[in-house]
């Protein structure tokens, strides 16, 4: 029997030792369970990345500098956020790029509908927003990385996020 070093491709699954990537198969819809739910939004620092995340796409890192937190301590945060439902990721080259995704449960989607409303009114999380306004004009003032990607606002009409976000 032979064994394969590095990728193998079979038939939209490539797989490399103790890795498994999906290429092009839609995900299952996936329901957030409320105790999953309230357990991602108990804690500070996925709360500053949900505010930050809420109707814009954003690149990995930009969290590093705005955030001021180790790339591994956030990394381990979106994990957690994209387990529970709450964050989807993209790829683009060498950046990963983050977004919000609204639950298909009403009243998952009320608590986070009304958390980001909240976290909109607190001091900690405008300056938050604040930094990542200054950093999309200015990237180079936290972003060491040449070439990094600008963070993009999601469009209004074709985002269910930014439908969810707005104020009922």
């Not at 958390?115 to 009114?121: A, D, I, P, V």
Request: charged share 25%; glycine share 8%.
């Amino acid at each position: 029997m032979r064994e394969y070093i590095g990728r193998v491709p079979l038939g939209g699954i490539y797989v490399k030792p103790n890795m498994l990537y999906t290429a092009g198969m839609p995900r299952a819809a996936t329901t957030v369970s409320l105790g999953r739910l309230f357990r991602a939004l108990a804690d500070a620092t996925r709360l500053r990345l949900l505010n930050l995340i809420a109707g814009r796409e954003i690149c990995v890192c930009y969290f590093v500098g705005i955030l001021r937190i180790s790339q591994p301590k956030i990394s381990r945060h979106l994990a957690y956020l994209r387990r529970a439902g709450l964050v989807s990721a993209r790829r683009e080259g060498k950046w990963m790029h983050y977004r919000l995704e609204v639950p298909s449960d009403p009243a998952a989607a009320a608590i986070l509908h009304g958390t980001l409303e909240h976290l909109r009114q607190s001091p900690e999380m405008q300056r938050d927003r604040a930094r990542l306004d200054s950093a999309c004009c200015a990237g180079e003032k936290l972003v060491t990385l040449r070439g990094a990607p600008q963070p993009a606002v999601i469009a209004p009409h074709d985002s269910e996020t930014a439908r969810a976000l707005r104020t009922p």
